[in-house]
């Protein structure tokens, strides 16, 4: 090497001297020792200022969110609101002790220890965040709770900061159980279910309450995946990794002395149940829960009061009698029509309505064919006419107002009136002459026959005999709703509106010895923060025992050998009254056992509901009256939710039995002095309130003698009802005749 050489090599060796000992100089321990502790201040610093800065915000919306969930009466679920959110938040009390040990177990055995926050799998996650991993894990209970109740989703540094500060300030201001209450009814548990309840609902169809050991550590187990570990859309990889998970978690419990070594032998994988389809609003459900809906009105829970969600409502409904009503109306009308080939049977709606005689609790209820594709509810409507169905209640204010005949005598069942078709009324500043089902003549019978055959002619005059208001005001008693009901003659026929649930509320009345029955369907209302009571119907007397039973005992007779014998077996004792309303646009059905009271009608609806049409060809069956398909369905029914049968007697006291009179003197026939009939209509109004005693004067010329009982049986043969002929309600004839049908 050259001496040049030799002088640049010790120049470079002294520049890097140089530099090096600048560096030590640079860095020294005292400098890197301040350094790293003025970081930690500064950080800090950054942190006590981050955690003076962050509050504890407000619950997120949809942690708060909940559905409202109608259940039967037995507790079983029917429905969940539409909320968007399948949750039911319960409290902590409701949960066992060792389920709730197995979320700890499973997530944060330190829950109860520790001040609400996890330093390194809070590090972890920045890191993961930082790195773009995306999810990050290692967070304790309380920061999931704040993550769900809180804040969002969103994997970014600012959330997951703000998680750690509300978390150590929850923590501070919380009990540990409410942090863990607040978890379990946040977390996301896969099948759409938040919160335990839905959870265990969805998994294993029962309440949280019911939830064993083995339950639980599963539910805790699917919070590290749902979906993954979801039990029947695992993959064999999934379902090994969440019965490890699953075991995991009870070894946990076990290492806590939660659990013996002997309890976790015990324990087996407990497979959950297949997913269900969420509960809509197909079917009757939809009904259901419309009807419950418009109780809740009544009862001060408001529509704004259920969209906040969080509330139960126990129906007062049977699911096993619910089931047999949709069978029978199934069995009986739906699979005998042709909807989509017969213009007619498209048209056809049923409904029904079934009450406890001695509670009003509503215990099935059919709307209709399926909510979603006929939202009008059959059961509930008002549009339609009663019929014949009103007949009981004529008789009920004849013996409830001690009426008399235009001679003088007491009605009863035994009274005799005259049966001839088109008989103008006498008594009355209303002409009317109804004309009987099929214009078929009776001649003299009794009251009790008439009702067995629907005898139009017979209860026109028995309804100017009572009066039509004093008729009125025994039947709003009942429960008819005051809905176009003026009161003219013709009412006689049933030409209100009322719904099945209306009439079934009347029936019920009868049924229960005259005291009143309001059928309801709510049976419960409860929310976390309150329980509203159904407000108790009142029980009040709304006609007298021995009217009622009198008019039960003529109802019987209507089912054993009248128009209403299809409802008749000798499975159960019954009463009840057919009904057709004019020109066949509605057919009903009311009648009760002394255990069960249910009322059935078939609606002829056209026009998307805007327009009554006739049920005449109704699976080509002729003229659908009351008789026919509606008493079906109510015997298969009935059958079905009496369990087969029952012992049950009508007790009926002091039944009104009347007078034995002797037969009538026949009117001239319609023919040969035609008086113009009552045209009803919802302006009708009468000139002057009908006189309840005998017209001196009959308003009609060709009026025919007033009936007059004596004591001598009548002499006339009564002809014998024929099943089915006499089941018809009264449509006006063209032209101004007499009004045709029952």
């Known amino acids: 090497m050259g001496r040049a050489d030799a002088r640049r090599a010790q120049a470079r060796e002294a520049r890097r001297a140089a530099k090096s000992g600048g560096i030590r100089r640079l860095f020294t321990w005292k400098k890197l020792l301040g350094t790293f502790f003025g970081m930690i201040l500064l950080g800090m610093g950054a942190f006590g200022a981050l955690y003076l800065y962050v509050d504890v915000p407000a619950p997120n919306a949809l942690a708060e969110r909940q559905s409202n969930v109608y259940q039967y009466s037995d507790g079983t679920l029917l429905a969940r609101s539409n909320s968007g959110v399948n949750r039911q938040i319960v409290d902590l009390a409701q949960v066992p002790k060792d389920v709730q040990h197995t979320f700890v177990a499973a997530e944060n055995k330190t829950f109860y220890k520790d ?39 969103d994997p970014t540094i600012s959330r997951k900061l703000q998680e750690l500060v509300i978390s150590l300030k929850v923590d501070q201001k919380q009990s540990k159980g409410q942090i863990l209450a607040g978890y379990i009814n946040t977390a996301y548990y896969g099948r759409g279910a938040s919160g335990i309840q839905a959870a265990a609902q969805a998994y294993y169809g029962i309440d949280a309450k019911d939830l064993n050991v083995s339950q639980g550590a599963y539910l805790a187990s699917l919070l590290q995946a749902p979906s993954q570990y979801d039990w029947a859309t695992a993959t064999d990889t999934g379902k090994r990794l969440v019965k490890d998970r699953w075991a995991y978690t009870l070894k946990n419990m076990v290492e806590m002395d939660w659990l013996s070594e002997a309890e976790r032998a015990k324990q087996e994988f407990p497979v959950p149940q297949k997913p269900k389809p969420a509960k809509g609003m197909e079917g009757q459900t939809g009904y259901l829960v419309e009807a419950v809906n418009k109780e809740l009105d009544k009862q001060g829970i408001s529509a704004e009061d259920r969209e906040a969600g969080g509330w139960t409502f126990t129906l007062t409904i049977d699911k096993k009698r619910q089931q047999q009503l949709e069978k029978s109306v199934e069995k009986e009308l739906e699979s005998k029509l042709d909807r989509e080939g017969s213009k007619v049977d498209a048209t056809v709606q049923a409904g029904a309505t079934s009450v406890d005689p001695k509670t009003g609790k509503v215990v099935a209820l059919y709307g209709g064919e399926d909510y979603v594709k006929h939202y009008i509810s059959n059961a509930t409507r008002q549009d339609y006419q009663p019929a014949s169905t009103f007949k009981p209640l004529v008789l009920a204010a004849a013996l409830e107002n001690e009426s008399k005949t235009q001679d003088g005598s007491l009605i009863g069942l035994n009274t005799v009136y005259d049966g001839t078709s088109k008989r103008p009324v006498v008594g009355s500043d209303t002409p009317f002459n109804p004309q009987n089902e099929d214009d078929r003549s009776y001649g003299p019978i009794s009251v009790q026959k008439a009702m067995n055959s629907s005898v139009n002619s017979v209860f026109a005059q028995m309804i100017v005999d009572v009066t039509p208001a004093a008729t009125k005001r025994t039947a709003l008693a009942l429960g008819v709703p005051d809905k176009n009901f003026p009161e003219r003659p013709a009412v006689t026929l049933g030409t209100m509106n009322a719904s099945t649930w209306d009439m079934a509320g009347v029936y019920a009345t009868l049924d229960n010895h005259g005291r009143k029955v309001t059928p309801h369907i709510l049976q419960s209302a409860e929310h976390r923060d309150r329980t509203v009571k159904p407000e108790a119907p009142k029980r009040e007397q709304a006609i007298s025992r021995a009217s009622a039973d009198t008019v039960t005992s003529a109802l019987t007779g209507v089912v054993r050998s009248g128009s209403g014998s299809a409802a008749n077996t000798s499975a159960y004792q019954a009463a009840g009254k057919t009904g057709t309303s004019e020109e066949n646009k509605a057919a009903w059905f009311a009648g009760y056992t002394p255990e069960l009271t249910t009322v059935v009608a078939l609606f002829g609806e056209g026009d998307g509901g805007r327009k009554q049409v006739s049920l005449t060809g109704t699976a080509n069956s002729g003229r659908a009256n009351g008789g026919g398909f509606p008493a079906r369905i109510w015997a298969d029914y009935t059958l079905g939710a009496l369990g087969g049968g029952s012992d049950a007697r009508f007790d009926l006291q002091d039944v009104e039995r009347g007078e034995v009179p002797a037969p009538p003197t026949p009117s001239k026939t319609p023919s040969e002095d035609p008086t113009p009939s009552e045209k009803p209509s919802p302006s009708d109004k009468p000139s002057e309130t009908p006189s309840e005693t005998p017209s001196e004067t009959p308003t009609t010329p060709s009026a025919p003698p007033t009936i007059t009982p004596s004591t001598t049986p009548p002499t006339s043969p009564e002809l014998p009802p024929q099943p089915g002929e006499s089941d018809g309600q009264p449509g006006e004839r063209p032209g101004g005749g007499g009004l045709l049908g029952e």
């Open 115 to 153: 001040q609400g926050v996890d330093l390194k799998g809070t590090t972890r996650g920045l890191i993961n965040t930082l790195s773009g991993k995306g999810k990050q894990g290692g967070s304790t209970i309380t920061q999931q709770y704040v993550k769900n109740y809180y804040l969002t989703q």
